[in-house]
């Protein structure tokens, strides 16, 4: 089965395409049950692609207007999307998705989200090449994530590989960097909160499968830990865009449920 549930989606108040109630429309005649929005927290430096503090505002007040009318025909959810690096309310929203965009390396911010030429960059500045190191730090990021930002679920979980299609700048199973990842998921599993299968970066051309990679997908469903479909939307062409093919992707790695969400709270549905 697959779901018809995305929580996870950006629309013209942060870096999407769309306008939210354009997001809406493509939603309802895609057969979508379940909008979630997830606009980027404001930052306090690199936020061209972030949400403004005036902006969240006005993203609030749209996304509670679109909820009341189109009620009846689609479940509409006011998200966020809390990077490490934000410090903002949270009270308003109906979930959070905590990410971390960014690796700090003594005060100096090093975005793994933007472009290649950017990541590579800072890796050679700071870390002196060393993308083992980088993707270290990175993991220990997620230890912080979930005090920090009170969130519900993790955001793409293996965002430090968005750049790495066929190993460009390491080698995803060499333990230096596998040791680290497997360590951040059991920390982030005890924590019972929910990772998403993202198709965000195939969509736009930089993966060939969702993240997170396959050796961290079996561990997940090992642990039998929760995972949710997104597809990290940034306009209506892409609103599900990948999911039958992540649902394959899933049950071969050994996952045999999804979370959605449904009336406001999580559920699962068998796949």
């Known amino acids: 089965m697959t779901p018809r549930c995305n929580l996870h989606t950006h629309t013209t108040f942060c870096d999407g395409k769309n306008t939210a109630e354009e997001m809406v429309l493509g939603a309802i005649d895609a057969g979508c049950e379940t909008l979630g929005f997830s606009g980027h927290s404001p930052i306090p430096f690199d936020n061209w ?3 403004t503090e005036e902006g969240m505002g006005d993203y ?18 006011l998200g966020l999307e809390y990077d490490l690096f934000s410090d903002c309310d949270t009270s308003p929203f109906d979930y959070i998705i905590g990410s971390s965009h960014y690796v700090d390396f003594k005060g100096n911010k090093i975005s793994i989200d933007d472009e290649a030429s950017i990541l590579e960059a800072g890796v050679n500045e700071f870390y002196g090449g060393d993308f083992y190191a980088l993707a270290r730090d990175y993991y220990d990021n997620m230890y912080y994530i979930p005090e920090h930002t009170k969130c519900d679920i993790i955001g793409h979980f293996d965002l430090v590989t968005k750049f790495n299609e066929g190993g460009r700048y390491f080698d995803e199973t060499d333990e230096r960097y596998r040791s680290r990842a497997y360590a951040a998921l059991g920390f982030l599993l ?9 198709t965000g970066a195939v969509s736009r051309g930089y993966r060939k499968n969702p993240y997170p990679a396959d050796f961290i997908l079996k561990y997940i469903a090992e642990k039998r830990g929760r995972v949710m479909l997104n597809s990290d939307s940034h306009s209506i062409e892409t609103l599900f865009f990948g999911f039958a093919d992540a649902v394959e992707y899933a049950k071969a790695c050994g996952i045999r ?7 406001g709270k999580f559920d699962e549905i068998k796949i």
Do not use: A, F
């Open 49 to 51: 692609w972030c949400m």
């Open 257 to 263: 449920k999804l979370t959605v969400m449904k009336n």
């Open 60 to 77: 609030i007040r749209e996304i509670s207007r679109l909820r009341e009318k189109y009620r009846g025909r689609i479940e509409i959810l």
């Open 190 to 198: 005890e924590k019972e909160l929910v990772l998403e299968i993202n």
